[in-house]
């Protein structure tokens, strides 16, 4: 424990030093952070205009030839389907619409299935014959209990001595220095 103390109280000092010393890296970098005047730069030295360099002129490019124009392809005519007919043609062109067998007729009273007769249960359980209950007496004999004790019922007060008095004003304690 006293070694632990001794190496706080070091590392303490040793900041202290640090910190508080006019020598103290911490103290030089609080005086420049306070120095904010600009230093005074020299002015830039004039450069002297330097010749633009001739570049040769751009070479002339061949004209793009001219492609012959194509055939346009002739595509054969659209096949007419009759569905697709537009409603300001004729009614001739109208195809008629395929008839559909009729549907077959399924019977709406299906015949119900014999079930076999469910076998009869018997309402009248035969019911089974319990042995008769023992008999309970009645009748128990009352234990009998010792008297209770006599508490009085005045019971002597005791005395307690007086309180001491304690005095309402302290005693004044002198002052330090």
């Known amino acids: 424990m006293a070694s632990n103390t001794a190496l706080l109280f070091t590392f303490s000092l040793l900041l202290a030093l640090v910190f508080s010393n006019n020598y103290s890296p911490c103290h030089a970098a609080r005086l420049l952070l306070e120095d904010t005047e600009e230093p005074e730069l020299p002015p830039f030295p004039e450069f002297p205009d330097l010749p633009k360099p001739e570049l ?32 300001g043609e004729s009614n ?7 008839k559909l067998p009729p ?12 079930l076999p007769p469910l076998p009869e249960i018997p ?4 019911k ?6 023992p008999e309970i007496p009645h009748d128990f004999p009352k234990p009998e209990l010792p008297p209770l004790p006599e508490i009085p019922h005045d019971l002597p007060k005791l005395e307690l ?16 220095p």
């Open 161 to 176: 001595p007086p309180l001491p008095e304690i005095p309402h004003l302290l005693p004044e304690e002198p002052k330090h």
């Open 123 to 126: 309402h009248d359980f035969p």
């Open 56 to 87: 040769p002129p751009l070479p002339e490019l061949p004209p793009f030839p001219e492609f012959p124009a194509f055939p346009k392809p002739e595509f054969p005519p659209l096949p007419e389907f009759p569905t697709l007919t537009k409603q």
């Open 103 to 114: 549907l077959p007729e399924f019977p709406h009273d299906f015949p119900k299935p014999e």
């Open 128 to 133: 089974p014959e319990l042995p008769p209950l």
């Open 92 to 98: 001739s062109a109208k195809v008629e619409e395929p």
